[in-house]
């Protein structure tokens, strides 16, 4: 190959990367930034450098200096425009530090006038651009009668633009923030530079030096694509209420999904197109072959480079990331809990040679049944836990099963237990003694790290929702009502769970309601006592009327609530009495725990309308 044409090829490549990065780069500030005018800026910004490159990327292919005309006269939508995008970029920079001006509100919206007046003119007329040439295998228009004073336009917008943000970082007191805003300053001169028609001035001299030109062209776009996300990345941080590691993490994600991939995937077609070239092979046969292995490839090779973009961007919380990494690798679903305990009691049953058994667990609600094999009828769950509860060590017989408690590493706190019914023949159980030691433990184990889990959960999900708050500002100071949180429901749920329990009440988020704060003035100011009373009135204003009854369908919500959790029966008596399942039952309980749930939503709506019937405010909750 010719090395101009080896240049040519190169530049080529570049372009198109510059053309995926300009692309990508809009996508990304209008997809996370779109609420931000100096987003908004730097994306028109952005626009105009995506359609010069376009048309510089279709000029390639174009051999007729008359069909290359179009696309040059094309590429003026983006040029015409660039001194209007700086204005609106710079004007949303001066008003984040609070200098607002109609005067300059009216030059931006004017400036976009004119670019598209100058754009219309260089679209149908000759009188800012003329005829199509072709010098050093370039193309390039001529300039009209109005180029010089579209130069004195373009080249004063920008230069307005310049001075506008350096005004801006005059403006800023925190050393930060004029920090990013120098980094702006500096890079945001990529998109004139890229767009600027140079070859209207200096096309003539090309034929003599055409290796130059390209080389310095090749120099000048890659210095111009890494400005422009040096631009962006800058942009990100303007009106943004979010760490900065959530705003990095987030470009790395981007960069390695986006504009790293896009640009991989040219270099493969361009070598694709030199690969079948030289072996003489169809495209149609190598393109299959070539994007699976390339699609495989990148994704090891986006592992490999992502430490390197940590690295780059996230310096020093480098270590924190693995630690977060690890521990979400680490982390157990419900799902991950059955099916482990399942994997546990199939050995067991295997080994001890029955079909029966199965797993429960001890949660706020009561016990949860979790794995289980072959038929349980005959096996009552309460009773196995409350035949283990004195027993630190297995196996318990009972009720034709043998019982292992599975109990906490450190204090022998009951987490649940393993049961697996008595086969028909003989089992020596002393053999397997220590086998099935190992397998309790590491049941009991997997319940104690869920346990833990869920509430590190529960703890993080208060927090998150907290940040979400403090990311919206836009949103206003007042939060969501406690009824309207999606929580709601569970946290009655876990309040019903202790309603005898004393202290663990004291943590519910229900005692911010309204109506437990009236409470707590007739309980003596005791919020346990206020919160236990408020569950009750909300139980018994769903208790039907008339004559009670334990197996009429109007009265089971009322029944189920009353002796689940006022009386503190147990589910297998609740459900003898009822005449339920046990699965049935908890199915019940469900309902009925959101039907307590909503009557506490309507005591608390109108607990909170009655102070504003009565034609005074709301007393504020604390």
């Known amino acids: 190959m010719d090395p101009l044409d080896l240049l040519i090829q190169i530049n080529f490549v570049i372009v ?5 990065a300009s692309f990508s780069l809009l996508v990304y500030l209008l997809a996370y930034y779109f609420r931000s005018r100096s987003a908004r800026g730097a994306a028109w910004l952005l626009v105009s450098v995506f359609v010069v490159y376009l048309g510089d990327l279709v000029l390639f292919f174009v051999s007729d200096p008359r069909s290359a005309e179009r696309w040059l006269r094309l590429q003026w939508l983006g040029i015409a425009i660039t001194p209007a995008a700086y204005a609106h970029l710079t004007d949303a920079l001066l008003e984040r530090t609070g200098s607002f001006s109609s005067w300059r509100r009216w030059a931006v919206r004017g400036a976009y006038g004119l670019g598209a007046i100058w754009f219309l003119l260089a679209l149908w007329t000759d009188l800012l651009v003329h005829d199509g040439a072709a010098d050093g295998r370039a193309f390039h228009l001529w300039a009209g009668p109005l180029f010089p004073l579209f ?25 930060t923030h004029r920090r990013r805003m120098t980094y702006l300053a500096v890079t945001m001169v990529a998109p004139a530079i890229g767009v600027f028609p140079y070859l209207l001035l200096v096309g003539r001299t090309l034929p003599s030096f055409p290796a130059v030109f390209w080389g310095l062209v090749g120099i000048s776009n890659l210095i111009i694509g890494t ?23 987030r470009w790395i994600d981007y960069l390695l999904r986006g504009p790293v991939l896009a640009t991989f995937v040219v270099l493969v077609m361009f070598g694709l197109s030199r ?28 592992d490999w480079i992502r430490p390197f973009f940590e690295w780059l961007f996230l310096r020093r919380d480098v270590s924190e990331l693995v630690r977060m990494r690890r521990l979400s690798d680490a982390m157990i679903t419900a799902r991950d809990l059955r099916q482990f305990l ?22 706020p609600n009561g016990i949860e049944p979790v794995a289980a094999f072959g038929p349980i009828e005959r096996a009552s769950i309460e ?27 450190g204090d022998p706190v009951l987490l649940g237990a393993i049961a697996v019914a008595q086969p028909a023949g003989e089992v020596t159980l002393e053999l397997l003694q220590d086998t099935i030691r190992g397998w309790v433990a590491r049941a009991a184990a997997a319940l104690e790290d869920r346990m833990l889990q869920e509430r590190a959960l529960s703890a993080l999900e208060q927090v998150a929702e907290e940040v979400s708050r403090l990311r919206q500002p836009e949103q206003g100071p007042s939060a969501m009502p406690l009824v309207e949180h999606p929580e709601f429901t569970h946290w009655v749920k876990e309040a019903l769970a ?18 437990v704060q009236q409470a707590m003035e007739i309980h003596d100011g005791n919020p346990i006592r206020a919160l236990r009373a408020v569950l009750t009135e909300a139980i018994e204003q769903l208790r039907p009327d008339g004559e009670r009854k334990l197996t009429a369908p109007e009265w089971l919500l009322y029944n189920l609530l009353e002796m689940r959790f006022i009386q503190g029966r147990k589910v297998r008596e609740i459900a003898q009495r009822l005449a339920l399942s046990e699965s049935d039952l908890y199915r019940k309980q469900r309902a009925a725990i959101e039907a307590v749930a909503m009557v506490l939503a309507e005591m608390e709506r109108r607990a909170a309308r009655a102070p504003a019937e009565e034609g005074h405010p709301p007393k504020p909750m604390e």
């Open 383 to 409: 009773e196995t836990l409350s035949v283990v509860e004195g027993s630190t060590d297995g196996p318990i017989v009972a009720d034709g099963f043998w019982i292992w408690p599975l109990r906490s590493r």
């Open 16 to 20: 198109a990367a510059l053309l995926i």
């Open 275 to 302: 690969l079948s070239h030289t072996l003489g092979l169809p495209l149609a046969l190598l393109l299959p072959l070539v994007a699976a292995g390339a699609i495989v490839s990148y994704e090891v090779f986006s």
């Open 342 to 363: 399942e994997g546990i009691l199939a050995l067991m049953c295997e080994a001890l040679r029955s079909p029966t058994g199965f797993v429960v667990r001890i949660t």
């Open 227 to 249: 400005m422009l996300f040096g631009m962006v990345y800058a942009v990100a941080y303007l009106d943004v209420l979010v760490p900065d590691r959530v705003i990095k993490q």
């Open 151 to 175: 130069l004195v336009y373009f080249l004063g917008g920008v230069a307005w633009g310049v001075i506008n943000v350096w005004r801006a970082r005059r403006r800023m007191l925190i050393s």
């Open 498 to 515: 202790h309603y005898w329990g004393g202290p663990r009440l004291l943590q519910s988020p229900l005692l911010q309601l309204r109506i």
